[in-house]
């Protein structure tokens, strides 16, 4: 088992920053990927970016591609997300994943049925 506890959402202004902090425990993560997700209301959950801890592969999303930033703490077992020249449209409930990744590449790891666990969601408000 794998426990997930994302903090550091808020509200902001338009073009401003936020960092999403996610600390996991429960086992080894050395064959995982650590992802970040989105969602809206009334829309579909959404990647955003992740990265695989063995190798520190990296893939975004096209819409946050030059703005967010993912990186990994292996040490703390922990995993960030630097959210730079945030727009209101970046407004939702970003939730943290992880999910086996030996066996796919970085564009399929962008699939949300890959991840086996979630946390419990950090709201991110943008105002215009």
């Known amino acids: 088992q794998v426990q997930l506890v994302e903090s550091g959402g808020g509200l902001v202004q338009a073009g401003g920053s936020l960092r999403l902090s996610c600390a996991a425990s429960?086992?080894?993560?050395?064959?995982?990927?650590m992802g970040w997700f989105r969602q809206a209301p009334g829309k579909e959950r959404e990647f955003v970016a992740t990265?695989?801890?063995?190798?520190?592969?990296?893939y975004y999303a096209d819409s946050v591609k030059g703005r967010f930033t993912i990186s990994g703490d292996n040490a703390k077992n922990t995993v960030y997300l630097q959210m730079n020249s945030l727009e209101p449209e970046d407004t939702a409930i970003y939730y943290c994943?992880?999910?086996?990744?030996?066996?796919?590449?970085?564009?399929?790891?962008?699939?949300?049925?890959?991840?086996?666990?979630w946390g419990q969601g950090t709201q991110v408000t943008v105002s215009a």
């Open positions: 990265i695989r801890w063995s190798g520190g592969r990296i």
């Open positions: 994943a992880a999910g086996s990744s030996w066996r796919y590449s970085m564009v399929e790891l962008s699939r949300k049925d890959l991840y086996n666990y």
């Open positions: 429960g086992r080894s993560l050395s064959n995982y990927a």
